[in-house]
Every structure is written in structure tokens, then in C-alpha cells.
């Protein structure tokens, strides 16, 4: 079992930035992949970015390359999506989300965080 707590959301003005954590206990943290997904009010759940437990492969989807950037410390057991050149199309609730095996699909992961909300305002 993996507990995983998001901080770190809130409101911003586009253009400028936040840093999202994601705090895991449980069962040992560096074994599993990592993903950030976003799901705004009336969509559906969205794939943000992916790690993999040692770092060596990393996703982003299209919207957001160049301008996020997922990292993890296995020390401390935590995952980190660095968010610059927020615009109102990123408000959404950003979860984090632990899985066996690197993957893109969200059916993969079996452990979630309850969410941190991130605000863009234009």
C-alpha cells in the first residue's frame, strides 16, 4: 500500500509558476513509476507527465512539454511536477499517481492522491 498527499496548488496569474509535491509512504517509493494527471471541471482525466523509478524515462504530453518538468527524489521520497508558463487552459485538479510499471494509461496506476487544485487566471 502507498499513501501519496499533493501540496503546492493554488492560484496564480498566467504566465507564472508552481511547484507541485507529491509526498509518498507505504511501501518502498522508489520502486514504482510516478504520473501526474489534471482533470478540469467537465473533462475527462488527463495525463500529464510520467517518471519511472529511476528517473531514466520521463513523458510529457504535448500541451505542456517545454514548460513542465517532472522530477523525483527517491530519498525523500517524493515526486515534484515544476510548472512554468501556467496558462487558465492548466487550472485543473492535479493528482499524483503510483504505478508497478512506467506507462501512459491511467488504469495502470493503482494508488492516487486526493488532489491539489491549480488555478490560472488570465
Known amino acids: 500500500q502507498v499513501q501519496l498527499v499533493e501540496s503546492g496548488g493554488g492560484l496564480v496569474q498566467a504566465g507564472g509558476s508552481l511547484r507541485l509535491s507529491c509526498a509518498a509512504s507505504g511501501r518502498t517509493f522508489s520502486s514504482y513509476s510516478m504520473g501526474w494527471f489534471r482533470q478540469a471541471p467537465g473533462k475527462e482525466r488527463e495525463r500529464v507527465a510520467a517518471?519511472?523509478?529511476?528517473?531514466?524515462?520521463?513523458f510529457y504530453t504535448d500541451s505542456v512539454k517545454g514548460r513542465f518538468t517532472i522530477s523525483r527524489d527517491n530519498a525523500k521520497n517524493t515526486v515534484y511536477l515544476q510548472m512554468n508558463s501556467l496558462q487558465p487552459e492548466d487550472t485543473a485538479t492535479y493528482y499524483c499517481?503510483?504505478?508497478?510499471?512506467?506507462?501512459?494509461?491511467?488504469?495502470?496506476?493503482?494508488?492516487w492522491g486526493q488532489g491539489t487544485q491549480v488555478t490560472v487566471s488570465s
Open positions: 499517481a503510483a504505478a508497478d510499471k512506467f506507462s501512459l494509461r491511467s488504469a495502470a496506476y493503482d494508488y
Open positions: 517518471i519511472s523509478w529511476e528517473g531514466s524515462m520521463i
